[in-house]
């Protein structure tokens, strides 16, 4: 069992590039969630997906959109990338939505926009 | 508005001395808060669970405490290791996918 897998571990984009972000689950979990974590603050719900064909926006959407390819696939794209989408992403996955499931994260992907 | 509020912001103890960390928050409604444990470079892994009723869990030597009537927790950690040098997060659920991220206690640990 791998886990949550993100590709790749890092990357540098200029401003106004675009990129996505892949995850993979291999849990067989309903749920999948992208955050970003910045210096000095806590994690931040970018999107989730609840199940399978479902994508809703979390706490700061604004410059991203995702795809939920199949149960496993959860991906993040950056149509045209700022300086201050410079972040570490995480992508995580649960059972459920609902509950005190416990979310898995991957390693995460260290982003750089110049 | 719905904060988690860590305590200390860093923390050094020698390696075999027991510490704790501090989390308030001012979540409502509450459905659950967790601990996490994100070694550098790598994603947060989960130490424990509560729920509203539940107030001390347990993993190894981890110990989480829950007040839902002051809003606080703590995790204890005893005996430390050198591995358990990491960030430790605090994180409180209203239910779904609505949760909040504390910003993180940074612990080292001395040999």
């Known amino acids: 069992n791998a886990g949550v897998t993100q590709t790749p571990k890092f990357q540098v984009l200029k401003t106004g590039q675009s990129m996505t972000l892949q995850c993979a689950q291999d849990?067989?979990?309903?749920?999948m969630y992208w955050y970003r974590q910045d210096p000095g603050m806590g994690l931040r719900l970018i999107y989730y997906?609840?199940?399978?064909?479902?994508?809703d926006k979390g706490e700061v959407p604004n410059g991203y959109n995702v795809s939920r390819l199949n149960k496993r696939e959860f991906s993040l794209r950056l149509e045209s990338a700022a300086p201050s989408q410079t972040s570490v992403y995480f992508c995580?996955?649960?059972?459920?939505?609902?509950?005190?499931?416990?979310?898995?994260f991957g390693p995460g992907t260290r982003l750089t926009v110049l | 508005k719905n904060q988690v509020e860590q305590s200390p912001q860093s923390l050094i103890i020698l390696e075999g001395k027991n510490c704790t960390l501090q989390?308030?928050?001012?979540?409502?409604?509450?459905?659950?808060l967790r601990w996490y444990k994100q070694d550098t470079g790598r994603g947060p892994v989960s130490l424990t669970i509560?729920?509203?009723?539940?107030n001390t869990k347990s993993n190894g030597r981890y110990t989480a405490t829950l007040d839902a009537d002051t809003k606080q927790s703590s995790l204890h950690i005893t005996a430390s290791q050198l591995s358990d040098s990491a960030s430790y997060i605090c994180?409180?659920?209203?239910?779904?996918?609505?949760?909040?991220f504390g910003a993180g206690t940074r612990l080292f640990v001395k040999a």
């Open positions: 994180v409180v659920s209203t239910g779904g996918f609505k949760t909040i």
């Open positions: 989390c308030n928050y001012t979540v409502s409604p509450f459905s659950n």
């Open positions: 995580a996955s649960s059972e459920s939505l609902a509950g005190p499931d416990t979310q898995y």
């Open positions: 849990m067989n979990h309903n749920s």
């Open positions: 509560m729920t509203f009723s539940e």
């Open positions: 997906s609840a199940s399978e064909g479902t994508t």
